[in-house]
């Protein structure tokens, strides 16, 4: 058995709200109003979708995007996701849309399905780092949906945290890592699905998952009648690939095979302090609060999280990839 997740010592934590923090909550008569007329005069606002909080910009605004890479720390090589308020949008800002990617998008939109296609003139360069492709996707948040389509324009956003660290799932996340940086933080209660959205690419003959992520691979690969090809990356390469989903703690592995009870007994045999991660036997439920607990366990000053690692399907497969990268030293 794992060791409890010590609750008593996280209910004495002192709150991270901040007072530098400008928040407000989507069941505010003025929040839809006060988020448009930000991102409408150049403002970056943390936005709540289904998978984790954005960080978002208007496409339109030049001087916004250029301030989420720089809030982030990003390199302007990675590009950004550009959030639809609806289905009819991809063909607006898509070159081609291929029948798969048509399909898929009519299948799982609103939700987390991120498509890779070719873009055309409507998305500036400034969003897709010069790339061909643009990542489009329509978030399931009725909130941030309506957000888009009062703006009257698609808004960028990659996760509201640092460059390389974990993701949010709360405002508080937010709040935590990016603090007076952004303009509003609008807070719609935590993530339901807790693991960012799946990206395929669309732009070749065949779809290929490029990141594993809230929709399983299987129910993509079932409604096209063909399997998607998985490459899943153990580690990324050094140099060619970020090394991300990073807490402070170091994360420790269970492979298949290995006793975790065991490895926790002998970290703490050697004076670690350990957190070992819960709801291991649940994909979902592990997912929808696997940021959350890297960050509890970096506030309660932690060494070592150890983690075992689900099955590598549905849910499984991103929560894996998202601990391999954790763990990569
Ligand atoms: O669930 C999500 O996808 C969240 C929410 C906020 O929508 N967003 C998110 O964004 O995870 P971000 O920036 O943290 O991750 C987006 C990934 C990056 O690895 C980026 O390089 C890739 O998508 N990407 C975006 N646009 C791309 C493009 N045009 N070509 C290739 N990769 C792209
Ligand atoms: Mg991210």
């Known amino acids: 058995m794992l ?5 008593a010592r996280v209910a004495s934590l002192p709150p991270v709200r901040d007072s530098r923090c400008s928040m407000i909550s989507t069941r505010d008569d003025d929040a839809l109003s006060r988020t448009v007329e930000i991102l409408g005069n ?3 606002v943390a936005l709540p979708t289904e998978t984790v909080y954005g960080l978002g910009a208007s496409i339109s ?3 916004a995007i250029q301030r989420v890479y ?3 720390g990003r390199p302007t090589s990675h590009p950004l996701i550009v959030h639809l308020s609806k289905f009819d949008d991809l063909e607006r800002y898509a070159k081609e849309v291929s029948a798969d990617a048509r399909l898929c998008a009519q299948a799982c939109w609103p939700g987390p399905l991120t498509m890779l296609v070719r873009r055309n003139e409507l998305v500036p360069d400034s969003v897709v780092g010069g790339s061909e492709l643009v990542a489009l996707r329509v ?3 009725t909130f941030t949906c309506r957000v888009i389509e009062q703006l009257g324009s698609p808004i960028a956003a990659p996760s509201a945290n640092m460059f390389g660290k974990v993701s949010p799932t709360t405002a508080l996340h937010v709040c935590a890592d990016l603090g007076e940086l952004v303009d509003l933080i609008v807070d719609d209660g935590p993530c339901s699905i807790g693991v960012e959205s799946t990206i395929i690419d669309f732009s070749g003959d065949h779809a290929r998952l ?4 809230g929709i399983p691979i299987e129910d993509v690969s079932e409604l096209l009648g063909y399997p998607v090809a998985i490459t899943e990356r153990l580690v990324p390469a050094p140099g060619t690939l970020p ?3 990073q807490p402070r703690a170091i994360v420790r592995l269970v492979e298949e095979g290995e006793d975790p009870g065991e490895v926790v007994a ?3 045999d050697s004076g670690k302090q350990v957190v070992a991660l819960r709801h291991v036997e649940s994909p979902p439920l592990l997912a929808s609060t696997l940021y959350a607990q890297l960050r509890e366990a970096d506030l309660l000053g932690a060494d070592v999280i150890v983690a075992q690692l689900p099955a590598a399907s549905g849910l499984g497969l991103a929560v894996r990839d998202r601990l391999q990268r954790a763990a990569h030293h």
Not at 3 to 7: E, G, K, L, S, V
Not at 210 to 213: A, E, I, M, Y
């Open 61 to 63: 605004s030049v001087r």
């Open 210 to 213: 490029v990141r594993p992520g």
């Open 243 to 245: 090394v991300h989903y």
């Open 139 to 141: 978030p399931a948040n």
């Open 42 to 44: 150049d403002g970056i």
């Open 266 to 268: 002998a970290l703490r």
């Open 70 to 72: 720089d809030t982030k």
């Open 3 to 7: 060791a409890p997740w010590p609750n």
